[in-house]
């Protein structure tokens, strides 16, 4: 079994910054592909960064040039470094990681979650 636990949500300011967590535990050979998405009150949840296990990224369009992903495989712990944050980018913040556990199944896991929200 894998944990996936996200930290670091909070409410901050328009234009302020967050750094969110997400420790992966468990049965864990290898994590491949990480990734964050968000889901926005009345709104589907919707796809915002990921990174491959050797360091590719990619970005939604709405969160490029501000959102930074990055991982740390020896912690398998991924981070989301959001700066000037927008009031649109409130929502629960998750993330999901595609894991091939210590019997070399693979399969992907989400977290919990963690609140953003963006107010003045």
């Known amino acids: 079994q894998v944990q996936l636990v996200e930290s670091g949500g909070g409410l901050v300011q328009p234009g302020g910054s967050l750094r969110l967590s997400c420790a992966a535990s468990?049965?864990?050979?290898?994590?491949?592909?990480m990734g964050w998405y968000r889901q926005a009150p009345g709104k589907q949840r919707e796809w915002v960064a990921t990174i491959l296990s050797g360091g590719l990224t990619n970005y939604a369009d709405s969160v490029k040039g501000r959102f930074t992903i990055s991982r740390d495989n020896a912690k398998n712990t991924m981070y989301l470094q959001m700066n000037s944050l927008k009031p649109e980018d409130t929502a629960v913040y998750y993330c999901?990681?595609?894991?091939?556990?210590?019997?070399?199944?693979?399969?992907?896991?989400w977290g919990q979650g963690t609140q953003v929200t963006v107010s003045s």
């Open positions: 468990g049965s864990i050979f290898r994590i491949n592909a």
């Open positions: 999901n990681t595609d894991v091939l556990n210590a019997l070399r199944s693979r399969g992907a896991y």
